[in-house]
């Protein structure tokens, strides 16, 4: 997979000048459990130096870093918005990030939600959908 396999994602420049350019991720969805994949995802993403945020309303702390409830209680500015989530819960999800001013919202493989996407676009997100952040980090940087 690639970010080619959908033709509404951008291409290879902006989605590595992105990355470059973020510090701070928000995952959200993200499992405490280490053989989730959003776990996996979020720990490589930290150990090449992001800092990870986890978003979930059911732990306390993942991966060493304190959790919230939602992207609106994260205190900062967040870079990128890493969605774990079904592909149904992506629209208040896609709200939220372009109501805290993210710049990147990333659906992971799988979770697809068009109008989510183009009302985060026309907000001034790049968008990403159904590739794996941790793959396209490995292959651009």
Known sequence: MSLNTRPDNPG???????????KRIAVVGLSPKPFRASHQV?????NHGYEIIPVNPTAEEILGAKCY????????QVDVVDVFRRSEMVPPVAQAA??????VLWLQL??????????????????????CLKVEHHRLL
């Open 12 to 22: 290879d420049a902006p989605v590595k000048q992105a990355l470059q350019e973020a």
């Open 42 to 46: 979020a720990e490589y993403l930290q």
């Open 110 to 131: 799988d979770v697809i939600h068009d109008q989510a996407a183009q009302a985060a676009r026309q907000a001034g997100l790049l968008v990403v959908q159904d590739a």
């Open 98 to 103: 372009a109501g805290i001013g993210a710049k």
């Open 69 to 76: 409830p939602d992207l609106e209680s994260i205190p900062g």
